[in-house]
């Protein structure tokens, strides 16, 4: 079956731009996380949504912010982008039905602000 | 709050060695999952085990082995005859709760393995 498909892969923006990000997660996973990884801060958990709604959030600033469509699809959305946002943004999907399910990692979306 | 700590930033050893991956979590609950994950050069990140609080059992996968000691808040991760193939950064992470997912990594060790 499908791995967790991110789009884009790569992406360069300005700063004071807005970037969208996309995750596609594993059919019939209901939960999608988003993690940002930096070589200074490592892996960070952003947020995690579950049946369209918010369940979890990080310690991240309001640029940051995300949703999920009815079928599971996620985005999640950087405003006003800084240079420390560039990072690798990891998305990951689990089916999430009580207890803790292994959550499949997509390749990322390496995001670079000049 | 949750804390994971990997003090080895990088490995370095000749093919067919023994390594051991060091890892040491900080939480108050007395629920809480403990993972390790691979991370190759193409990014995604690669489940390779998950213990629960209650299962202390150590546990051993062809190669990989896992000791998991609730005394000393560890779970170490140990790759029996390394093999070039597992050169890569594996990341140990604690989850608190059970339903929602949201994992806490440690710094990550970048494991080189030499021919």
């Known amino acids: 079956k499908a791995g967790v498909t991110q789009t884009p892969r790569y992406l360069i923006k300005t700063r004071g731009q807005q970037v969208t990000l996309s995750c596609s997660p594993i059919?019939?996973?209901?939960?999608v996380s988003w993690y940002q990884q930096t070589p200074g801060q490592g892996l960070q958990f952003l947020f995690e949504?579950?049946?369209?709604?918010?369940?979890n959030k990080g310690n991240f600033p309001g640029r940051f912010s995300g949703r999920q469509f009815s079928n599971s699809r996620s985005e999640m959305n950087v405003s006003t982008l800084e240079l420390g946002d560039s990072a690798l943004y990891l998305c990951?999907?689990?089916?999430?039905?009580?207890?803790?399910?292994?959550?499949?990692f997509g390749q990322g979306t390496r995001l670079t602000v000049v | 709050a949750q804390k994971v700590t990997q003090a080895q930033t990088e490995i370095s050893v000749v093919e067919k060695e023994d390594v051991t991956l060091d890892c040491v979590y900080e939480?108050?609950?007395?629920?809480?999952?403990l993972f390790w994950y691979k991370q190759p050069p193409s990014g995604e990140l690669v489940f390779l085990i998950r213990?629960?609080?209650?299962?202390?059992q150590n546990e051993i996968s062809g190669r990989y082995s896992w000791n998991f000691q609730k005394s000393t808040s560890s779970f170490n991760f140990t790759i029996t005859a390394s093999q070039v193939v597992d050169s890569a950064v594996y990341f140990c992470?604690?989850?608190?709760?059970?339903?929602?997912?949201?994992?806490?990594f440690g710094q990550g060790t970048r494991l080189t393995i030499n021919p």
């Open positions: 990951a999907s689990s089916l999430a039905k009580g207890g803790w399910t292994e959550a499949f």
């Open positions: 059919s019939g996973h209901r939960s």
């Open positions: 949504y579950f049946s369209e709604t918010q369940r």
């Open positions: 939480t108050r609950d007395t629920t809480y999952y």
């Open positions: 213990r629960n609080s209650f299962d202390e």
């Open positions: 992470a604690l989850s608190e709760a059970p339903g929602a997912q949201k994992l806490v």
